[in-house]
């Protein structure tokens, strides 16, 4: 029943849901994954050295009978002192019981060894500075990793961190810097997520389709994706991404309306390098109607993605949640002023990248660019 409980979890189901199909309690499902932080744990497997239920069965029957405790071990094929040890440990002759004896080595049998974290004290501090600057544990995997290739205490998997905050009784990394990951869960949870409608029509629009190749594969710079991330009381900032290096950029708008978004835009695109000034894929926001204008302010020729097809605009999307850490559903956005925006942009671009082979996108632009 565990094994289905994480199987059904790992396929994407509910609490509620995996209790309906086991006909159990939702509360005893949440109090489990709760408990192994939505983790499977490693399927335990018995020593073959160790006496198994069946023996234990027979040195309980032998004990009965009377026999002597040589005379089990020699039945079993095992070393008398072995048996002697078996039934001295679990209450003696009168006491002995196999299921309890069996129960009893099961639990004794457990060997907890602590995590990487708890035994490396500079790993640690390490591991938690990053996390509070709002790295993931991937990242920060990556970047050790990268620093220190040849000194295996210095590195630790992003699985380990990720162990160490939902598991490990919240001792190695402490309870409150599992709110500094991207979903501020307290447990595992599957991937996945809903697909984004798209949103109006675009007169005159160029498709997705229609787009160069070298776009696509991210073979040169200047390729961009865009959007706009709501906030409450109809606001929004525009997000802009470069496909090759991911570099972000962020700009302030007045409103959605297209004739505020698309010259804030431009002013941003317009300060870029003639080297970084290709093409923009947006969605079917109808903040992009006059795509005609931004063409002819920038140079650089508007295409869009397909109707309910967020994939084609992956880079953008990916970055869309970063950046929703810094600027958190239903935040105000007209309170960020196009500083405050830059500075988020460059705590961004500083963070390194696993698409990137943990470098930056800071690094990778500055890379292509020269």
Not at 26 to 47: D, E, F, N, Q
Not at 244 to 260: C, G
Request: aromatic content about 6%; proline content about 5%.
């Amino acid at each position: 029943m565990r094994a289905q409980v994480y199987e059904l979890w790992r396929q994407g189901e509910s609490m509620r849901s995996i209790a309906r199909v086991l006909q159990i309690e939702h509360h005893g499902v949440a109090h489990h994954l709760r408990k192994t932080g939505g983790m499977a744990p490693a399927i335990r497997h018995r020593s073959a050295r160790v006496l198994s239920v069946a023996e234990r069965e027979e040195i309980s029957r032998g004990v009965i009978a009377g026999d002597s405790l040589r005379v089990i071990a020699a039945r079993l094929g095992r070393s008398p002192s072995t048996v002697s040890r078996e039934v001295a440990r679990n209450g003696g002759r009168e006491r002995y019981r196999a299921v309890a004896a069996d129960s009893r080595a099961w639990e004794t049998a457990r060997r907890p060894k602590s995590c990487k974290l708890a035994r490396h004290g500079w790993l640690r501090r390490q591991v938690a500075r990053r996390l509070r600057q709002g790295w993931t544990p991937e990242q920060i995997a990556g970047w050790l990793a990268r620093k220190h290739p040849d000194d295996d205490t210095r590195r630790v998997s992003h699985e380990t961190i990720y162990v160490s905050l939902f598991v490990q009784a919240r001792g190695v990394l402490r309870e409150e810097l599992a709110k500094e990951l991207k979903s501020q869960r307290k447990i595992r949870h599957p991937r996945g997520g809903r697909p984004r409608t798209g949103q109006g029509q675009i007169p005159e629009a160029i498709p997705i389709s229609e787009r160069p190749s070298e776009a696509a594969d991210r073979a040169v710079p200047g390729h961009w994706e865009g959007d706009l991330i709501d906030g409450s009381n109809n606001t929004a900032v525009a997000t802009l991404v470069e496909r090759r290096s991911r570099f972000v950029l962020l700009v302030k708008v007045p409103s959605k309306r297209s004739s505020d978004v698309v010259p804030a835009v431009a002013r941003k695109i317009k300060a870029l390098p003639s080297a970084l000034k290709a093409t923009m894929t947006w969605d079917r926001g109808k903040e992009m109607t006059r795509h005609d204008q931004f063409k002819i302010a920038t140079g650089v020729q508007v295409y869009f993605a397909d109707p309910y097809s967020p994939w084609q605009r992956p880079t953008n999307e990916n970055s869309n949640k970063l950046i929703r850490e810094y600027l958190p559903k239903g935040t105000d956005l007209s309170g960020y002023s196009q500083r405050q925006l830059d500075a988020i942009a460059r705590k961004l671009n500083s963070r390194p990248r696993k698409v990137l082979n943990y470098a930056t996108p800071a690094e990778s632009l500055t890379q292509v660019l020269h």
